[in-house]
């Protein structure tokens, strides 16, 4: 423990010098860096091989440092705040001219999240400014859910990997934009677009692929493994000679996943040597949007 807390202190020197540093959310990982230092953001296009039209998200710890991010902010930002954070939501809102374009992707917009994470949040509080942080994979791979995934991708390519151990949540935020009137679900994630609705009290629209306002991310190959994927859907059953099957029921596979551990199912599969990954979903994941979401991703399927 002491160790770890050595560590922490280290991290907060390193990226009050501008470097980039690995720290634990409640969603995934993420590949830190001071938001208002562009040397230390451009690192991070450069570490994790991202392209460079795909923007980042702003990570606080107060709701003080939206100011600092974000102008004309609307009240169903407050709204929303209130009820989800800190927590796995972000918002997009009109960009701050302060903010260097790199990290935008030079959108006039900004994604702010405040983490569920004592440690990411200590962290934010103790470098005093927001930082920004994709997910700490390699661009393209299964977001990493636990310190060793981090290493896996990024190993010789950052100076320190913060331990938090393994995220409860285990899939990225959903992204919500407030830009328009009506607020658009730009990600989907472990927050459904029915709890937005309920907390604002009007109908959200989910954004389509040719949308302006869709995330440019959601454009890029993701959450991929090496091996390739299969999708096989309830009421259809998996065949009984699928060579690597993970399963959301344990009827069919002793691999069972769900949000936590599905990501880390994945690498699994890849260090194991797979060529092809079968996953079955029952019913039950079929209702999960979130879910849903990346596993048609990682198999090319959205
Ligand atoms: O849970 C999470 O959100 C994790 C943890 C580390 O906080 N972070 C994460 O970051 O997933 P990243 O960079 O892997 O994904 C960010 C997503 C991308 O799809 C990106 O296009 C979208 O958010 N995004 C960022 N800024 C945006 C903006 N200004 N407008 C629309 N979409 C934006
Ligand atoms: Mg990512």
């Known amino acids: 423990m002491e160790c770890e807390e ?3 202190l280290q991290a907060v020197e390193l990226l009050k010098q501008g470097e980039v540093v690995a720290f634990p959310t409640e969603t995934v990982y993420g590949l830190g860096a001071c938001i208002f230092y562009e040397e230390a953001v ?14 980042l998200i702003a990570h606080i710890g107060s709701l003080s440092d939206v100011a600092k991010l974000a102008i004309d902010i609307p009240d169903a930002f407050y709204t929303l705040s209130s009820a989800f954070w800190p927590g796995p939501l972000t918002i997009v809102l009109k960009k701050h001219p302060a903010v260097p374009a790199l990290v935008s992707a030079g959108h006039p917009t900004m994604a702010i999240r405040m983490p ?3 440690l ?3 962290l934010i509080q103790a470098v005093g400014e927001p930082l920004v942080a994709p997910s700490a994979n390699l661009s393209g791979r299964p977001s990493p859910t636990q310190a060793s995934d981090v290493k896996e991708d990024l190993a010789g390519r950052l100076p320190l990997v913060l331990d938090g151990g393994e995220c409860s949540i ?5 992204v919500v934009s407030l830009i328009d009137p009506i607020p658009t679900l730009l990600r989907p994630g472990s927050i459904s677009q029915a709890q937005l609705e309920s907390v604002l009290k009007c109908p959200i ?10 995330s440019p991310g959601m454009k890029h190959r993701h959450y991929a493994p090496r091996a390739r994927v299969q999708v096989v859907l309830y009421p259809e059953r998996p065949s009984t000679s699928a060579s690597y099957l993970i399963s959301s029921e344990p009827l069919f596979s002793a691999l069972v996943f769900n949000r936590r551990n599905f990501y880390s199912r994945l690498r699994e599969a890849d260090r194991l040597g797979a060529e092809e990954i079968t996953i079955y979903c029952g019913p039950s994941v079929q209702q999960d949007a979130g879910l849903m979401n990346r ?6 399927l959205l």
């Open 116 to 118: 569920d994470h004592p």
């Open 170 to 174: 285990g899939i990225e935020s959903t």
């Open 6 to 8: 050595k560590k922490f």
């Open 205 to 214: 629209r989910l954004a389509s692929e040719k949308d302006p306002a869709c």
């Open 120 to 122: 990411a949040l200590r």
């Open 295 to 300: 596993i048609l991703r990682s198999a090319g």
């Open 42 to 55: 451009q690192k991070i296009f450069s570490i994790k091989k991202r392209p460079s039209d795909n923007p």
